[in-house]
């Protein structure tokens, strides 16, 4: 009889714990030992190998969250990114990339590729015909990250998956601003999953990890790199980041909520230009959101009116913290034109509509109506200090 399919905060409490087999204990020990038996054992376990036992076990966790055969960690969200794209790519290979992606990806490709004799294309838009705009002969892999940081940004999964697959190409996807709370890249055939799980996945803002969830046959393919250039999570940030996962779906649905009330609200206000989400009816891709997105992110941006300065704005909140990361508990927010995108070009930037104005808006737990104090507190008194009329 086929078990049946677990639910997502079971996936999140239970699936990829150690057991306790000593004392019986409700949550999984911690082995912190970096040197294993290799004689008369199953498995030479070695902690660059991603096989300790804490690290083996979340993996499973990852990779029943994504609806995929294996999950691995990784030190960082750009370890797991550069190691699956150096996986699948090699000297004359190319690869077609999402225009508007995070900055940290961006860079990478195009201050590293050029070393390895790897080629790469932005795609023109995120239509069907933007990207196959950009496959050539030479392209083995296709890249993208929906939503998109930090215009949340939408991409067709199924399209996608579909063009890849018509091309012989593997698909890659960051999911790190929906989560798999909020997104299921595997549902649309996509073939790689690659999250920075210091985000959503660890959700306090005290661990910096990677996860990537794949088939088995992918995952050997990264994992013969990444065994070599060894960028694998400590097994103490493996146990806080399981001991934090249990809970991810809980907190994620929560600034679900607030991220969508906060929206309307800023989208309502008279001293916001634009605000960027798509739970509003009036964004751009709301359509395709709702169709691929079980919830919508606890992610937005927003622009205030041109006369106001978005840092004199930042320093009077009192709630809301400036910070450079995402996705805590704590509702945090930031200029991407000073942090996640700043090693980018002024005109890199203003090509993925990026402005200087731009701010990015991680919603937390709080209160959304406590947010909202904030915000309009920060705004009353930016409009005194600069003499502008309400």
Sequence with gaps: MKPKKRGINTICTHVGEVADTQFKGAVSPLFMSSSYAYEDVAVKRYPRYFNTPNQEALGRK???????????????????????????????????????????????????????????????????????????????????????????????????????????????????????????????????????????????????????AASEAHMDTIWNFAKNTGGSLSDYTVWLLERSMKTMAIRVKAQNKNAKRMAKWLDAHSLIKKVYYPGLKSHSNYALAKKQ?????????????????????????????????????????????????????PEARAAQGISDGLLRFSVGIEEAKDLQVDISQALE?????QKIAL
């Design 62 to 212: 990852i990779a029943a969250l994504e609806e995929k055969e294996v999950g691995m960690l990784f030190g960082s969200g750009m370890a797991a990114v550069s190691a699956c794209l150096l996986s699948f790519l090699h000297q004359g290979d190319h690869v077609v990339v999402q225009h508007d992606i995070y900055g940290g990806t961006y860079n990478f490709i195009v201050e590293e590729f050029e070393k390895y004799g790897i080629s790469y294309d932005f795609s023109e838009g995120l239509s069907q015909e933007g990207f196959a705009a950009k496959i050539n002969e030479r392209t083995k892999v296709i890249y993208v990250e929906t939503p998109s940081n930090p215009l949340m940004r939408i991409v067709d999964l199924e399209m996608i998956n579909e063009l890849a697959k018509a091309h012989g190409l593997v698909s890659m996807i960051d999911n790190t601003f929906a989560s798999p709370i909020n997104q299921r890249p595997g549902d649309f055939g996509m073939d790689i999953v690659i999250h920075s799980a210091t985000k959503y996945m660890g959700g306090h803002s005290d661990i910096c990890a990677g996860a990537v």
């Design 293 to 345: 997105m079980k919830g919508y992110t606890g992610m937005l941006s927003f622009e205030l009116l041109p006369e106001l300065d978005p840092k004199k704005f930042m320093k009077q909140l009192q709630l809301i913290k400036p910070s450079m990361s995402l996705a805590g508990v704590e509702s945090t927010i930031l200029s991407p034109a000073e942090t996640s995108h700043a090693l980018l070009t």
């Design 381 to 385: 008194s930016v409009t005194k200090r």
